[in-house]
């Protein structure tokens, strides 16, 4: 029957209805404006009455969807494209890394790296940067304070397989806020120069001793040439250490690292011949102390020269 007049009354639930008084149209309907369920989980329930005729009664059930929680600073990633420019600025909302009283914020920025390569990646700001490289799981690989003796800029340049890595830019000192830029690239495999690189396990590469290498002996005595490596283990984390040359005779050291700047420690692990078949050389070491460690491969002879492939496992 059209025109009689439908109201629809909240009976549970605590929610709210719009156009609750409404008539019924030529086919005898009457269709209510809305129907807010309540705040809570659980039955919800709306009458519907017409003159002297009995309820009808609507039963819907509410569900509670929480939002997931916005992201903590220290879990904010952005993209940075191997061979671009990024650029960001420290602020005080940042993640914040903490030792005892001394508080510096860094920002992270997840990167692909399609090959096993070398790559170099630098921080560039006015303050006095710190960068750090580091696992998706935020193992640390890398970190760097300033490129160059003469520079407040940051640089790694590090030997890794292909994969997703985190690079977090960072200050050197306390506090600090202020614009920044990152940028990476590919870099040349070659280790030389004495130069600082860092390596990860599960790495093989190809290198030459040259007489710009590390010198492991002093002139006026008979130089020893070496290529160093930086590698970070934690506490209990073991790494095998194979060198094998057919042009020298290989020998490698493990030199715990104490300053990251003098690169200095005592030696933890040592080898010149991995048997007595072989003039390869060979170790295993299991981290007592969580630290960066420098892996020496050197000539067992003084003066030599020559091809060698040094793995990490």
């Given at each position: 029957m059209a025109g009689v007049t439908v109201e629809f009354v909240v009976q549970s639930g605590g929610g709210s209805v719009?156009?609750?008084s409404v008539p019924t149209d030529a086919a005898g309907i009457a269709t209510v404006g809305s129907w807010t369920l309540g705040p809570n989980a659980g039955a919800n329930t709306l009458s519907a009455t017409a003159g002297s005729l009995a309820p009808v009664i609507f039963t819907a059930t509410g569900t509670v969807v929480t939002p997931p929680p916005p992201p903590s600073a220290c879990e904010g990633r952005t993209v940075h494209s191997l061979g671009t420019t990024t650029t960001g600025s420290l602020a005080t909302t940042d993640c914040q890394l903490v030792d005892n009283t001394f508080v510096t914020f860094v920002d992270f920025f997840s990167t692909t790296l399609g090959e096993a390569s070398a790559y170099l990646f630098r921080q560039s700001a006015s303050?006095?940067?710190?960068?750090?490289?580091?696992?998706?799981?935020?193992?640390?690989?890398?970190?760097?304070?300033d490129e160059t003796p003469t520079s407040t800029n940051s640089a790694i340049k590090a030997l890794l397989p292909a994969g997703s890595y985190l690079l977090g830019a960072s200050s050197f000192d306390a506090k600090v806020t202020g614009d920044y830029s990152i940028s990476s690239t590919t870099a040349s495999t070659t280790v030389t120069g004495c130069e600082r690189v860092f390596v990860v396990k599960k790495m093989t590469t190809t290198q030459s001793i040259e007489p710009a290498d590390c010198l492991r002996s002093t002139p006026p005595a008979a130089p020893v040439y070496a290529d160093a490596y930086l590698i970070f283990l934690r506490a209990g984390q073991s790494m095998t250490v194979s060198m094998s040359s057919i042009q020298v005779d290989a020998s490698l050291e493990v030199v715990q690292v104490e300053d990251l700047v003098q690169l200095n420690g005592p030696v933890v692990a040592s080898n010149d011949n991995r048997d007595g078949t072989t003039k390869d050389s060979e170790l295993s070491y299991t981290a007592v102390t969580s630290a960066y460690y420098r892996i020496i491969a050197r000539t067992a002879v003084t003066s030599q020269t020559g091809v060698y492939t040094l793995n990490i496992q």
């Open positions: 719009s156009g609750g303050f006095d940067t710190y960068l750090f490289l580091a696992t998706p799981d935020l193992a640390v690989i890398a970190e760097n304070d």
